[in-house]
């Protein structure tokens, strides 16, 4: 997916109502590409859950079966001499895995053929996951993530649960306790103060 956007001043606007200081264009940049993550995760959800499973999102933006990774999203900026030319979105979906394969990745995974005991169409899949996407993507552009928030929440797997930080130095334990209008996760450190954090590594518990 391809993600057209809108005028990067706009964003800027409307990042100060939530933010409260002028960024420069590269962190609006970084806010633009968590938000299309995020809600990108949140139509992997709706998408896989119109087959029967239960998906969870672990922060950022993995997409869990049974708390084993069915889905992962990448991203990348695409910054030329004449400017910003967009963002890219690209996702791998377990769709038609065998018990082979899965024992071949070093994580706890899954497929959604082995999940249902069916094999999955894939073409259907992706024009299933298209029209998902671009159904609320004006309203993602318009409102930003906070329009989505709710429903982020909603499939998180690890609101109100211990934390372990795994990017900042040293190593931060917590309870994740919101994800804010911004995007940002706020954490409830040792220490009783709450951090905001916006792409960190996070792993539930110690």
């Known amino acids: 997916i391809a993600a057209k956007l809108m005028d990067i001043e706009f964003f800027r606007a409307f990042l100060i109502c939530f933010i409260g200081n002028m960024l420069p264009i590269p962190f609006i940049l970084i806010f633009i590409r968590s ?7 949140i139509v ?5 859950e119109a087959y029967g499973v239960e998906p969870n999102i672990k922060w950022p933006n993995d997409v869990l ?13 695409s910054i030329s001499a004449k400017g910003f030319n967009g963002i890219i979105l ?8 065998s018990k082979s394969d899965l024992n071949d ?26 029209d ?7 309203l993602l552009l318009k409102n930003g993530f906070s329009h989505f928030r709710a429903k982020y929440i909603h499939y998180c797997n690890f609101i109100g649960k211990e934390v372990t930080i795994k990017n900042p130095d040293p190593i931060m334990l917590g309870i994740a306790l919101n994800v804010c209008d911004c995007g940002k996760l706020e954490v409830l450190k040792a220490d009783g103060e709450i951090e905001k954090m916006l792409e960190v590594g996070l792993k539930v518990g110690e």
């Open 65 to 77: 079966v049974n708390n084993q990774k069915i889905a992962g999203i990448l991203s990348e900026m």
């Open 105 to 130: 990745i070093n994580i706890p995974a899954t497929s959604l053929n082995l999940e249902i005991n069916k094999v999955i169409n894939k073409e259907l899949f992706i024009n299933s996951l298209c």
């Open 44 to 48: 992997l959800c709706e998408t896989l």
């Open 35 to 41: 938000y299309l993550k995020k809600y990108l995760s």
């Open 132 to 138: 998902n996407f671009y159904a609320g993507y004006d």
């Open 90 to 97: 690209g996702i791998g979906v377990n769709l038609n895995l």
